[in-house]
Structures are given as C-alpha cells and as structure tokens.
C-alpha cells in the first residue's frame, strides 16, 4: 500500500502562490497515477489535477487550468501542486491520493471513485 502525507498549506493573499507537497511511503510509489482533490466548505469533494506514473501525462479541472500545476518526483516518491494566482474560490482541504496507474483513462484519472490511498489533507485559505 501507499501512506501520503500533505504539506504546504496555509493561509495566502489572493493573486499569490503557494507549493503543495505529497510525500508516500513505500517502494511502489511509481506504479500510481497520483492526483489532486479539494473540499470546500459546504462542497462536494472535487478533482483538481492528476497526474500519470510516468509524469508524461497531466490532467486539470477547468477551474484551475493554467493556475495548477501538478508535477512528480518519483526518486524522492513525491508529488507536488505548484499554485499561482490563488483566488478565494480555491480555499478548501487539499488532499493527496494514489491510484493504480493500469487501464488509466481520462474520466478514470479524473474519478475519486478510482483511488485507492488518500493523504489526511492540508488546508488552503485563500482572504486578504
């Protein structure tokens, strides 16, 4: 299995940027496709970016394209969410998650339904 751990939260202006960090335990780190989630208050868990085993492959809610960027370092069995131009919308509850990176599509990347291992969350406060 996989243990993740999130960093990097916090409390930021709108317009500016914060890194997400995800560590995981565990040697078969680079066999999962790794996404993004976020919580807002009073929302329904939704996708935010995900990407594939490899890193060859990326995939962004609409909301966030070209604000999110989601990048792996599978030597340090890491995953990261480099953010700019924080705006309110994006306060929520960051969470990790690893899935299996076989019979990956699209709408499967996109889907918490098809992870298997989620990190406890960090908290991301976007106010003046």
């Known amino acids: 299995q996989v243990h993740l751990v999130e960093s990097g939260g916090g409390l930021v202006q709108p317009g500016g940027s914060l890194r997400l960090s995800c560590a995981a335990s565990g040697r078969?780190?680079?066999t999962y496709s790794m996404?993004?989630?976020?919580?807002a208050p009073g929302k329904e868990r939704e996708?935010?970016?995900a990407i594939?085993?490899?890193g060859g492959s990326t995939y962004y809610a609409d909301s966030v394209k070209g604000r999110f960027f989601i990048a792996r370092d599978n030597a340090r069995s890491t995953?990261?969410?480099?953010i700019y131009n924080l705006k309110p919308e994006d306060t929520a509850v960051y969470y990790c998650a690893a899935r299996p990176a076989?019979?990956?599509?699209?709408?499967t990347m996109r889907s918490p339904?098809?992870?298997d291992y989620w990190g406890q969350g960090t908290q991301v406060t976007v106010s003046t």
Not at 102 to 107: I, V
């Open 28 to 30: 078969t780190f680079s």
């Open 35 to 39: 996404g993004w989630f976020r919580q």
């Open 47 to 49: 996708f935010v970016a």
């Open 52 to 54: 594939n085993r490899g």
């Open 79 to 82: 995953v990261s969410l480099q």
């Open 102 to 107: 076989a019979l990956g599509t699209n709408a």
């Open 113 to 115: 339904e098809s992870y």
